[in-house]
């Protein structure tokens, strides 16, 4: 496969159905001028955001926007959030190949997929139920495998499948829930906006060590508010 011409095959009821990605382009000079030049390096986050097609994950009439620097609505009064955010939160959480990921706020799908394109399993929790169904079904199409959805209260986690590796929260919520600590794994690192809905948050840093949470704040953010069932 020529790397400028990305094709995506979808076998859909047996039509192969083929598309030049005419968005490929875009997609690389978002992460070199919005992602690279802001001094991230970390190569498999590049790859996948490099990889990961933003503009089938967002409503059609914003698709050619879908590559800028900014965040985009996806319904509901949800957004997907800027390019940039989503590869410094994937970065920070250092995800490699052997790693479980849990996500509050699935909203589009997109930091689903950028995450699962490096980390072995994620799980992820959307609280409206049209976005969770929607993204579900997504993902399911363009082959996200390792990736399960459930609509819910992201709060409360999933422990079922807890302890995780990584935890990322895409909403603000006013506290850190106690529930998603204690699902960190040891060494394990929880990502996170604590604020006022309608003010800038701070993304926090959660680190796990001998049992011990420790809190780093890393910068200010603007996410939309955490919501509770
Ligand atoms: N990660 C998303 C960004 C979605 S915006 C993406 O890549 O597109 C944040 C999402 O968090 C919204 O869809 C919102 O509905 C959801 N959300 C808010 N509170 C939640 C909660 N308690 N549990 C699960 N999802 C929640």
Redo the contacts with the bound molecule.
């Keep these: 496969m020529k790397s400028t011409l990305l094709i995506l095959c979808m076998i859909t009821g047996g039509f192969i159905l083929s598309q030049v990605d005419k968005y490929e382009p875009a997609r690389i000079r978002m992460v070199k001028t919005q992602i690279m030049d802001r001094g991230l390096s970390n190569t498999a986050v590049l790859d996948a955001m490099k990889k990961v097609p933003r503009h089938l994950?967002i409503p059609k009439e914003y698709e050619s926007e879908a590559y800028n620097d900014y965040p985009l609505p996806?319904g509901?009064g949800?957004?997907?959030?800027q390019p940039y955010i989503?590869a410094y939160m994937t970065d920070i959480v250092r995800p490699t190949s052997r790693k479980k990921a849990l996500?509050?706020?699935?909203?589009?799908?997109?930091?689903?997929a950028v995450l699962a394109e490096i980390v072995e399993k994620v799980y992820t929790?959307?609280?409206?139920p049209e976005?969770a169904k929607e993204?579900s079904e997504r993902l399911k199409k363009y082959g996200y495998k390792n990736v399960e959805c459930k609509f819910?209260?992201?709060?409360k986690g999933w422990p079922e499948h807890a302890p995780f590796d990584i935890i990322i929260v895409?909403?603000a919520a006013d506290h850190i829930p106690q529930p998603l600590i204690d699902q960190l794994a040891e060494n394990g690192r929880l990502v996170i906006p604590v604020g006022a809905p309608s003010a800038v948050q701070e993304l926090i840093l959660v680190t796990k060590r001998n049992g011990k949470p420790e809190q780093k704040r890393l910068t200010f953010v603007r996410?939309?508010?955490?919501?509770?069932?």
């Design positions: 994950f996806i509901y949800q957004t997907i959030s989503v996500e509050i706020g699935t909203g589009s799908g997109y930091q689903a929790i959307e609280i409206v976005l993204a819910g209260d992201g709060y895409t909403a996410f939309v508010p955490f919501k509770r069932l």
